[in-house]
């Protein structure tokens, strides 16, 4: 039989030269994570390591290593430029707005205006609302990656985070993924369930992604997922059902939120991470946006809003007129409150039928809806919202007021946000002083009823 025939057995092929010669692969990972990650110099290192008896070679040794670690796929080089937008933090300011506003922290960010990036195509390369609104993804990149930084100092050992949905917690949460503390036992919940499609798609020159709590709690889990006892906690269901018993079905079958402010087997988070958003037609928010895309894309959104389109169309119709959009914190709805500045615009009357109105459509959906409750939130010990801008002022002084005007109906205490909001929110504060005792009776009477329970049963 030929030599060459497939049927043949051939002896092993020898191995020619001299063969590599392995790494221990935690001693290879230890020498990486020390120079990329701590910048720790190969002399360093060297030293470090015979100090613990372990002998290496010279820079160069170090440096092939490094390189065939990248080759293998140990080191993973990822480049993001949203990380690196960041503003200054205005230290006086944080503590009067703290002061002022009775939270425990305040972080007040002074925000460069977007325009002034002017070879940022990201940000110039838009008109209109698109250009307002591309403005405000920037002025939350910038906010989000200040509250990750803070929140990555703040995290412990066998915290329990629970995680909203939005673009400003989920960059929060990939911005303690680039450096995630060393922790061990933490357990990450998600506060709602999905408004969003689980598909991604390109539209124009942005990808549009799921930020729905699911998503960002699967983000914190990753960054944290190679220490010991990390777990986390999704619901995996659309936000909106068809009426409140199913809601309250899904809860008690698939969340760690269960009906009336309790928690699965009393394992409540200790820190929640919480956007404020605005269901303003013209914010961007996700339960009122014209999506672009295929008919496949309209359609996947179309599943997640038929059941409740006609009532949020009809919120939205009840505040049009005078601008007082509703906000959410978690995709949980309230009525926001006119500034006091602006209160003697219109007669108490008319704000009376308005809230009256509003009130009753917002509790209808929130009844049908897969989030937390308000006493959820207010039972976790630490609650950083991450927010600022035009179009969360009213939002964030309702909010606020409520926690100023009662303990019981304090929602957050840790704000992150910008200077001109910061001043504004002041400015607010301020106004309200300057009030007649009725109209201030006014504000305290109403704001106890946008923050209330569900009825009992």
Same mark, same amino acid.
């Given at each position: 039989m030929s030599p060459n025939s497939p049927t043949t057995e051939r002896s092993a092929p020898r191995r020619r030269?001299?063969?590599?010669?392995?790494?221990?692969?935690?001693?290879?990972?230890?020498?990486?994570?020390?120079?990329?990650?701590?910048?720790?110099?190969?002399?360093?290192?060297?030293?470090?390591?015979?100090?613990?008896?372990?002998?290496?070679?010279d820079d160069s040794w170090f440096a092939k290593l490094l390189k065939n670690a990248r080759k293998d796929g140990l080191i993973f080089l990822d480049l993001d430029e949203t990380f690196v937008h960041r503003g200054d933090e205005l230290q006086r300011d944080g503590q009067d707005l703290r002061n002022r506003f009775n939270l425990d922290h305040a972080v007040v960010v002074h925000i460069a205006e977007p325009a002034k990036f002017a070879n940022d195509s990201s940000l110039t390369d838009t008109s209109g609302d698109e250009s307002v609104m591309r403005g405000d993804d920037y002025?939350?990149?910038?906010?989000?990656?200040?509250?990750?930084?803070?929140?990555?100092?703040?995290?412990?050992?066998g915290d329990h985070c629970a995680v909203a949905g939005g673009r400003a917690v989920n960059q929060a949460v990939r911005m303690i993924r680039r450096a995630p503390p060393p922790l061990r036992d933490i357990m990450v919940t998600s506060l709602g369930g999905r408004l969003w499609s689980h598909k991604w798609w390109r539209s124009g020159s942005n990808t549009m992604r799921p930020l729905d709590p699911d998503d960002s709690a699967f983000i914190l889990f990753m960054a944290l997922e190679n220490q010991p006892g990390t777990m986390f906690d999704q619901v995996g269901h659309r936000v909106f059902t068809d009426s409140r018993?199913?809601?309250?079905?899904?809860?008690?079958?698939?969340?760690?939120?269960?009906?009336?402010?309790?928690?699965?087997?009393?394992?409540q988070p200790n820190r929640a991470i919480v956007g404020v958003g605005v269901v303003d037609p013209s914010s961007?928010?996700?339960?009122?946006?014209?999506?672009?895309?295929?008919?496949?894309?309209k359609d996947l959104m179309n599943r997640h809003l038929a059941r409740v389109k006609n009532e949020l169309e009809e919120a939205i119709a009840t505040v049009r007129e005078s601008e007082l959009y509703f906000g959410d914190v978690a995709n949980r709805y309230f009525p926001t409150?006119?500034?006091?500045?602006?209160?003697?615009?219109?007669?108490?009357?008319?704000?009376?039928? &308005?809230?009256?109105? $509003? %009130?009753?459509?917002? #509790?209808? *959906?929130?009844?049908?809806? !897969?989030?937390?409750?308000?006493?959820?939130?207010?039972?976790?010990?630490?609650?950083?919202?991450?927010?600022?801008?035009?179009?969360?002022?009213?939002?964030?002084?309702?909010? &606020?007021?409520?926690? $100023? %005007?009662?303990?019981? #109906?304090? *929602?957050?205490?840790?704000? !992150?946000?910008?200077?001109?909001?910061?001043?504004?929110?002041?400015?607010?504060?301020?106004?309200?002083?300057g009030l007649d005792a009725s109209a201030k009776a006014w504000y305290e009477k109403l704001v106890r009823t946008f923050f209330q329970g569900p009825p009992r049963t």
């Open positions: 030269g001299r063969q590599k010669k392995l790494i221990d692969p935690k001693l290879l990972t230890y020498i990486c994570g020390a120079h990329l990650g701590d910048g720790r110099t190969y002399g360093e290192i060297r030293k470090e390591l015979r100090s613990r008896g372990i002998e290496t070679g002025l939350h990149t910038v906010l989000a990656n200040h509250a990750g930084k803070l929140l990555s100092g703040q995290l412990n050992a018993e199913e809601a309250a079905a899904v809860m008690e079958e698939h969340c760690m939120f269960q009906p009336g402010g309790k928690w699965y087997q009393r394992k961007g928010h996700r339960a009122v946006r014209k999506y672009e895309g295929s008919g496949l894309v409150l006119p500034l006091p500045q602006e209160f003697h615009e219109r007669s108490v009357e008319y704000y009376d039928h &308005l809230y009256g109105k $509003l %009130n009753k459509q917002l #509790l209808n *959906l929130n009844e049908r809806m !897969v989030v937390v409750e308000w006493a959820h939130i207010r039972g976790i010990r630490s609650v950083t919202a991450i927010a600022g801008g035009s179009f969360k002022l009213r939002a964030l002084w309702t909010i &606020l007021f409520a926690g $100023l %005007n009662s303990k019981s #109906l304090r *929602l957050i205490n840790t704000l !992150v946000t910008d200077s001109a909001t910061a001043y504004d929110l002041n400015t607010a504060l301020n106004a309200y002083h």
